[in-house]
C-alpha cells in the first residue's frame, strides 16, 4: 500500500497487508459514504448486502435529526426497520454504561440482521459494543461530527463508575450525510476539532511509548493520523462556520484517525494523556452526578494542558533533565509500586480496584515497577527531546481551538482549578499506557 495514500479514505476500505512496520493490518470497513444525500444510500446498501430487518437506533434528538427520516426511507424501500430510542436517566444524561446497553440488548430480536446507529459517540459505542455481542451488522450514521469513533474498533464504556475500552467492531458502513451534518449543533462540530486536535500529543504519547519501552509504533498509522489532523487545522475558519466543506474536512480527518487506530488495533495513534484527563474528568462529573461535558471538548482543552508538560520537558538538556532526576530520586520522590498504589486508591475511591488492575497492580500486590526507567530516560534523552519539540506550543493549540470556535481553557470548559489539579497527579492511570504526564513524574 503506497504512503501517498495515506491521507485518503477510499484505498483502505476492505484491505489486509502487510506494512513496513513488520505487522499485517486490516480493515473490515466496506463503505465510506461522506457527501450530502449520504442517508438515501443506507436503505440501498442494506438491501444490497441481504440485510432485511434493521434495528435503528436513536436518542430523542437524533431521532428527529435523521430517525424518523431514515425509518421513512427504509419503509420506501419494503424493508423491516424497527426504532430504538434509548431513555435518557433522572438527570437527562444519556451515556454509554450498563443501563444504557441493557436498553438496547432488550431491543436486538433474533430477526434483526443490522444494527444502525444513528447518532454521535454515545450511541456508537452502544450499539458497536450490542453488535459485537449479539453477531449483528454494524452500520453508522453519524448526525454530528464531534468524536473521531465512528470508524474505530474500540468501545469506551463506563462499567461501575470506571471508563474502559472494551474491544468491539468497526462499522460495515459509515453514510455522513454533510447536510445534515452542517446542522450539527456548533459546540459539536467544534468538539469533534478538539478530539483531532489532540491527535499532536496522542501521537507525541506513543512515540515516547517506543522511544523508553520498544513499543510497537507504525509510521503509516501515525502519518494517517497526522494528514486527518491536518485536514482539520487547515479548515479551522470552515469548521467553525459549519459550512459543508468544513464539516467534510472534519468527518474525513475523523475518520483518517478511526481507521489509523483500525490498522493497529487499539487506540495509540489517537489517544494519550490529553484523552486520560478527559476521561478522569468524566468519571468525577458522573460521581458527582453532574451534566456531561463534550468528549471532544474536554479532549481539546486537555491536549492544551498536555502541550504545556511537552513544552518543559522541551526546555530541558539532557543534564539538566539528569539533575531532575537524581533530585527526586535524592528526595525519594519517584513512583514506586507502593505509592503509585497509594495515590490510585485516593484518586480513584471506590473504583480503585479497576484501576489499580488495569494498571497490573492488583490490591495488596508490592511488585517493583521498572528500575531501570530513570536510566533509560537519561540516555535517550535526545529522541524524547526531539518527540517533545514536535508538539506545537499550548499557545498555538489554543489559538486553533479558538479559531474553531471551541473552548480553550478550563474556564471555558467549566472545569473547576480544584479538579484539575487533581487531574494532573491521577489521570495518568486512567490506562496502563506511557505518556508524558507519567515523564512528568522523573522531572
Known amino acids: 500500500m503506497m504512503i501517498e495514500q495515506v491521507g485518503q479514505i477510499e484505498p483502505w476500505l476492505r484491505k489486509r497487508f502487510v506494512c513496513d512496520c513488520g505487522k499485517e493490518h486490516s480493515t473490515s470497513i466496506r463503505k465510506v459514504i461522506i457527501e450530502r444525500g449520504a442517508l438515501a444510500e443506507l436503505a440501498p446498501y442494506a438491501q444490497e448486502r441481504g440485510y432485511s430487518e434493521l434495528l ?104 461501575g463508575g470506571f471508563k474502559q475500552t472494551i474491544p468491539a467492531m468497526p462499522p460495515e458502513a459509515i453514510f455522513a450525510d454533510l447536510a445534515l451534518l452542517a446542522k450539527s449543533p456548533q459546540a459539536m462540530i467544534a468538539a469533534g476539532f478538539g478530539d483531532m486536535l489532540g491527535k499532536y500529543t496522542s501521537l507525541a504519547d506513543w512515540q515516547l511509548g517506543q522511544v523508553l519501552f520498544g513499543e510497537p509504533y507504525c509510521e503509516l498509522a501515525a502519518e494517517m493520523t497526522r494528514q486527518g489532523l491536518a485536514l482539520c487545522v487547515d479548515h479551522a475558519e470552515d469548521i467553525a462556520a459549519g459550512t459543508e466543506l468544513g464539516v467534510r474536512k472534519l468527518m474525513e480527518g475523523l475518520t483518517l484517525s478511526g481507521i489509523s487506530m483500525l490498522l493497529v488495533g487499539n487506540s495509540r495513534p489517537a489517544s494519550g494523556g490529553e484523552h486520560h484527563l478527559s476521561h478522569y474528568w468524566e468519571m468525577k462529573f458522573i460521581q458527582e452526578r453532574r451534566r456531561a461535558l463534550l468528549h471532544g471538548a474536554k479532549v481539546g482543552v486537555a491536549a492544551v494542558k498536555m502541550a504545556a508538560l511537552y513544552e518543559s520537558a522541551a526546555a530541558l538538556t539532557k543534564e539538566a533533565a539528569a539533575r531532575a532526576i537524581a533530585a527526586k530520586q535524592a528526595s525519594g520522590d519517584v513512583p514506586t509500586a507502593e505509592r503509585v498504589c497509594a495515590q490510585i486508591k485516593k484518586g480513584y475511591g471506590s473504583i480503585a480496584d479497576q484501576v489499580l488492575a488495569e494498571n497490573g497492580l492488583e490490591a495488596g500486590s508490592v511488585s517493583s515497577l521498572d528500575e531501570e526507567l530513570p536510566q533509560r530516560i537519561i540516555k535517550h534523552w535526545d529522541a524524547i527531546r526531539d518527540v517533545c519539540r514536535s508538539v506545537p506550543s499550548p499557545a498555538v493549540l489554543a489559538e486553533a481551538l479558538q479559531r474553531a470556535g471551541g473552548p480553550t481553557t478550563i474556564e471555558e470548559l467549566g472545569v473547576e482549578e480544584e479538579l484539575l489539579q487533581e487531574s494532573m497527579q491521577y489521570a495518568m492511570y486512567v490506562r496502563n499506557r506511557y505518556t508524558i504526564m507519567r515523564l512528568g513524574q522523573w522531572l
Open 56 to 159: 435503528l437506533v436513536a436518542d430523542r434528538h437524533t431521532l428527529e435529526a435523521a430517525g424518523r427520516e431514515l425509518l421513512q426511507q427504509c419503509e420506501a424501500a419494503q424493508l423491516k426497520a424497527r426504532l430504538c430510542v434509548l431513555a435518557e436517566d433522572e438527570h437527562g444524561e444519556l451515556a454509554a454504561d450498563e443501563r444504557v446497553i441493557v436498553q438496547l440488548m432488550l431491543h436486538v430480536t433474533p430477526s434483526a440482521q443490522a444494527i444502525v446507529a444513528v447518532g454521535s459517540g454515545t450511541i456508537h459505542d452502544t450499539v458497536r459494543f450490542v453488535a459485537h455481542r449479539t453477531n449483528r451488522a454494524f452500520l453508522s450514521v453519524p448526525t454530528a461530527p464531534s468524536v473521531d469513533g465512528f470508524a474505530s474498533v474500540g468501545a469506551p464504556l463506563i462499567i
